[in-house]
């Protein structure tokens, strides 16, 4: 995708990770165009495969993307105005923060 696509049109807030997050399913550059504020691995509880592998996991984790699973979360849910996102897990639904928010925490926290 990335050899043939433009990397700015790639952008997403969420990302289901491919494959049900294998080890090759999400590269750092691929992560890094896309770049997510959420991932969410569809996998089975107890999958003999070990997805998602712990590969994929802490490539999301070094770009401090949050990754749902629904072996470990059950059903989630997305949803948007257009502006904000929200995510239903459970009983539980909370907003993400914006790209904006994300900019100024880092900022304030002095990073680069």
Known sequence: ILEHTDPDILR??????????SKTSSSLPF????????????????????????????????????VLRTDLEGTVVFSTDGQRLEVLVGRERWSVPTRDEISRAALARGDP
Not at 12 to 21: P, S, Y
Not at 34 to 53: C, E, L, M
Request: a neutral charge; glycine letters at 16%; hydrophobic letters at 40%.
């Open 12 to 21: 997403a807030d969420v990302l289901k990770l491919g494959h049900h997050g």
């Open 31 to 66: 992560v890094d165009a896309i770049a997510p504020r959420v991932g969410v691995a569809s996998v089975g509880a107890g999958n003999r495969y070990g997805h998602p592998s712990p590969e994929t996991l802490d490539t999301f984790l070094a770009r401090g993307v949050a």
